[in-house]
């Protein structure tokens, strides 16, 4: 959901690391690739076209449309400067990647349905977003709705053992995966610089 106040963006590069800064917060790190890659594979053994929610850094935007089995690929990104940044460090894109803009939770709406194999879900959204029960209650039916039978949803990766509320109810099947990882030492959204992470891979029945 778009807030009303534009946040402040930029890609701030330092002693080695890379981060995307949304709002001042820490909304992605280069040093997820590994995480984002695995995630995206996952996403593309179950189809051939694919919905991304939130473009960031684009690790996996780039590793999906990059796949054989990848037909189509189109990434929906709430902020032009995410985009543009994007756009400034890749100019020549594969040609089955299409960018769209929007705010995805008045977008899912309007997609249609059983068109996509899977859909990788990573956008940065403010936790007031997070908790709101009744949004993702509106909003999960409708993921399940564009979803071909077969298909799949993929949320980024947890650094918490544990399956994420906001997606469970809607699905039967639920596969986990899991990969260590390694964070920079001013990672802020981890639980911990070091460990494990969980990709969860829902799939519609």
């Given at each position: 959901?778009?807030n009303q106040?534009k946040p402040?963006?930029?890609?701030?590069?330092?002693d080695?690391?890379v981060?995307?800064?949304i709002?001042?917060e820490q909304?992605m790190?280069?040093?997820e690739?590994?995480?984002?890659?695995?995630?995206a594979d996952?996403?593309?053994?179950?189809?051939h076209?694919f919905?991304e929610?939130g473009?960031?850094?684009?690790?996996s935007?780039?590793?999906?449309a990059g796949?054989?089995a990848?037909?189509?690929?189109?990434?929906?990104?709430?902020?032009?400067?995410?985009e543009?940044?994007f756009?400034?460090?890749h100019?020549?894109l594969?040609?089955?990647?299409?960018i769209e803009?929007?705010?995805f939770?008045?977008r899912?709406?309007?997609l249609?349905?059983?068109?996509?194999?899977?859909?990788?879900?990573d956008?940065?959204l403010?936790m007031h977003?997070?908790t709101?029960?009744?949004?993702?209650?509106?909003t999960?039916?409708?993921?399940?709705?564009?979803?071909?039978?077969?298909?799949?949803?993929?949320?980024f990766?947890?650094t918490?053992?544990e399956l994420?509320?906001?997606?469970l109810p809607?699905f039967?099947?639920?596969?986990?995966?899991r990969?260590?990882y390694?964070a920079?030492?001013?990672?802020e959204?981890t639980?911990?610089?070091?460990?494990d992470a969980?990709?969860q891979c829902?799939?519609?029945d």
């Open positions: 959901m778009e106040t402040a963006i930029e890609l701030i590069e330092h080695g690391e981060t995307l800064s709002g001042g909304a790190q280069a040093w690739r590994d995480l984002m890659w695995a995630s996952l996403l593309c053994e179950h189809g076209d919905y929610v473009l960031g850094l684009g690790l935007a780039l590793r999906i796949n054989a990848t037909r189509s690929h189109t990434v929906l990104e709430l902020f032009a400067e995410v543009n940044l756009r400034a460090r100019p020549e594969p040609g089955n990647l299409a803009r929007g705010d939770f008045q899912v709406f309007d249609p349905s059983e068109s996509v194999d899977g859909m990788f879900f956008p940065a403010d977003v997070w709101d029960k009744e949004l993702w209650a509106r999960m039916p409708e993921v399940v709705r564009v979803l071909r039978p077969g298909g799949v949803f993929i949320p990766f947890s918490k053992p994420r509320w906001q997606y809607h039967r099947t639920i596969r986990v995966v990969h260590p390694l920079y030492d001013t990672t959204y639980h911990g610089i070091s460990g969980y990709i829902f799939h519609k």
